[in-house]
């Protein structure tokens, strides 16, 4: 199994609508989770920390759920310029991190 | 503020040919990364350097990649030889490296893609 793991998708959505991923992990002992964004043929970058009570920056909100392991991000209102491929990263307590493979969103008019 | 400075951005090689990676990261950023990216997949870690030493390089394939940071700046990732399966993009990321179990968000360069034919 591996140690974090993510629907590839594709996801295809219309303009306005609700999307969710989820990321699921395998070390209990992992501390921190974050997701990033990463445009077609560009880098990787921070979108936005989970923490443990979950959180909200607009449209997107984190959650986590240590007791089945895996964190979501929750996109409300897709726009356009959503579409992107969105890596999980799990940080394990000795320093040790993990991305996910990513999952793809193609967000259409 | 510059961000991280990786170059070249494409490179195409013979495989058994050596290759070089640069990274300039953001000044101050005392921890510095090198990924591998493949097509569909996400970043894998191959080196981590806290200023100068290389305090993770277990995924780093030691037969024939080599990195430095030889002064805890700039950092250059090596290959020698390359082969086919080495066909990748090859990120540099930093980060401020304020140390301890506390994770500061990795900046990325816009990294190198590499094409061993």
């Known amino acids: 199994r591996k140690e974090v793991e993510q629907d590839p998708g594709p996801f295809n959505v219309p303009e306005g609508a609700t999307v969710a991923f989820n990321c699921t992990y395998s070390?209990?002992?992992?501390?921190?989770f974050f997701w990033y964004r990463q445009d077609c043929r560009k880098e990787p970058k921070l979108l936005m920390s989970?923490?443990?009570s979950g959180n909200e920056d607009g449209r997107f909100t984190a959650q986590l759920n240590r007791a089945s392991q895996y964190i979501s991000l929750l996109i409300r209102d897709s726009k356009l310029s959503d579409s992107a491929t969105y890596l999980c990263?799990?940080?394990?307590?000795?320093?040790?991190?993990?991305f996910g493979a990513g999952t793809r969103l193609t967000v259409k008019p | 503020e510059a961000g991280v400075v990786q170059s070249p951005r494409y490179k195409i090689i013979e495989k058994k040919q050596p290759v070089a990676f640069w990274c300039n990261p953001i000044?101050?950023?005392?921890?510095l990364y090198w990924y591998r990216q493949n097509l569909g997949q996400g970043p894998e870690l191959l080196i981590r350097?806290?200023?100068?030493?290389?305090?993770?390089d277990s995924q780093l394939p030691k037969d024939r990649f080599s990195a430095e940071r030889l002064k805890g700046v700039d950092s250059t990732l090596k290959i020698q030889p390359a082969e086919l399966g080495d066909s990748a993009v090859y990120l540099c990321?930093?980060?401020?490296?304020?140390?301890?179990?506390?994770?500061?968000?990795?900046?990325f360069g816009p990294g190198t893609r590499l094409t061993v034919l």
């Open positions: 990321a930093s980060d401020p490296g304020q140390g301890g179990e506390i994770y500061n968000e990795q900046f």
């Open positions: 990263v799990v940080f394990f307590n000795n320093n040790d991190m993990r």
């Open positions: 000044s101050g950023h005392n921890t």
């Open positions: 070390n209990s002992a992992s501390q921190s």
């Open positions: 989970v923490y443990s």
């Open positions: 350097y806290e200023n100068e030493e290389a305090v993770d």
